[in-house]
């Protein structure tokens, strides 16, 4: 959908090296998503954040962290930490009521 | 916490056959059920949802049945199209502070042939 941003769409990540993506929408949805999608699986979710300044765990967050200082933002940074960081990250919005998840177009993270 | 298993996880149909994908979720106190359809490489986009309150959801070809009895939701699709191949994914979510939180089934893989 238009209104949610991902960016880079191809990524690179050398041994031992943090890198960021970032999600900006535009829809003033108050909730924020980062999801990771490895080949032939669902979505496994990372992060969430439903207000400003707060954001909670999903049920892989180890190696990743993420900020929420503006409504619109909700970058994602890839430590070190995470060993195994191949995969399609997926950035949502919405989720309130009435307000189901919509995507953005994704990031490819590659190691180098 | 919630645990959806999708089924089949391949399914390959005809061109105008029918096609049926299944979900069983685990938590009686899930009440929203999205259906997204992924094309290759794409993102996932919303096709069709359901609340709790709903057995039945249709739009156009697209059916969405859910038995909350069972635990389950079945989404239809009829007089399938080759444009409808896709990878389809289920979720199901619980309301109140963690509206929103999707928990996705598997993915299947519809594949029309013409």
């Known amino acids: 959908d238009g209104g949610i941003t991902q960016s880079p769409k191809y990524l690179f990540r050398k041994e031992g090296q943090n890198v960021t993506l970032s999600c900006e929408q535009n829809l003033n949805h108050d909730a924020m998503y980062w999801y990771r999608q490895d080949p032939g699986q669902g979505l496994r979710l990372i992060y969430y954040s439903q207000i400003v300044n707060d954001f909670q765990k999903g049920d892989i967050a180890e190696g990743y962290s993420v900020s929420r200082e503006k409504k619109e933002s909700f970058p994602l940074t890839v430590t070190s930490a995470q060993k195994n960081p191949t995969a399609f990250y997926l950035c949502?919005?919405?989720?309130?009521?009435?307000?189901?998840?919509?995507f953005g177009d994704g990031t490819r993270l590659s190691i180098l | 916490g919630e645990n959806v298993e999708q089924h089949p996880s391949t399914l390959s149909v005809q061109e105008g056959d029918s096609a049926v994908i299944k979900c069983t979720y685990s938590d009686s106190a899930s009440n929203y059920f999205p259906w997204y359809k992924q094309e290759l490489g794409k993102r996932p986009q919303l096709i069709i949802d359901?609340?709790?309150?709903?057995g039945e959801k249709k739009d156009q070809r697209i059916a969405v049945t859910l038995n909350k009895t069972a635990k389950h939701f079945s989404l239809h699709i009829t007089e399938t199209q080759p444009e409808d191949s896709a990878v389809y994914f289920c979720?199901?979510?619980?309301?109140?502070?963690?509206?929103?939180?999707?928990?996705f089934g598997q993915g299947t893989i519809l594949t029309v042939h013409p």
């Open positions: 979720a199901a979510s619980i309301g109140g502070t963690s509206y929103g939180k999707l928990t």
């Open positions: 359901i609340r709790s309150n709903v």
């Open positions: 949502a919005s919405g989720g309130g009521l009435n307000q189901p998840q919509h």
